[in-house]
């Protein structure tokens, strides 16, 4: 094993890989419509200014321009999406391992807007120090699960 893994900052690395789910799925869940919006503005013939301004000169390649980018584009959906696929196959597991009271701390603490740490201390009927330590123990777990031991 190669020294510089010992040095790599897991936990916050597993932080980053939790602040990530939300837009990872959103990636998942729509990456097949905004492919399909790309292939109806391919398909569909670009309809003509009319003005009485004189326009610019006529580029013959526009059309081609035009598929070339929209064929690119595609094709950053596509491997953004592979890497939303990846990112769930390795983070869910580990998430799925997390106890209901671990998802409902790091939930609260990391994919609201806000830091709402007094939602967990009702929710746990506990001081904001302990609703810290278990914020901090259930990173901790993650962690674990997505890194296996130091």
């Known amino acids: 094993m190669n020294i510089i893994w ?56 526009s059309g081609e321009i035009r598929l070339t980018a ?32 671990e998802r409902y701390v790091l939930e609260q603490f990391y994919w609201h807007d806000e830091q709402d740490i007094y939602a967990i201390c009702e929710h746990f009927d506990i001081e904001r120090s302990s609703a810290y330590n278990k914020k901090n123990r259930a990173v901790n777990h993650l962690t674990l699960l997505l890194y296996g031991k130091a």
Do not use: C
């Open 6 to 61: 010992q040095y790599l900052d897991k936990r916050g690395a597993a932080i980053n890989a939790l602040k990530d789910y939300n837009s990872m799925a959103y990636i998942i869940e729509h990456t097949d419509e905004e492919i399909a919006n790309i292939h109806d503005d391919m398909t569909s013939i670009g309809s003509p200014a009319f003005s009485d301004m004189p326009s610019g000169s006529f580029n013959p390649q």
């Open 70 to 101: 929209a064929i690119d584009e595609i094709d950053v959906l596509r491997e953004r999406y592979r890497q939303a696929k990846e990112y769930m196959e390795w983070f869910q597991p580990a998430w799925d391992t997390l106890s209901e009271d």
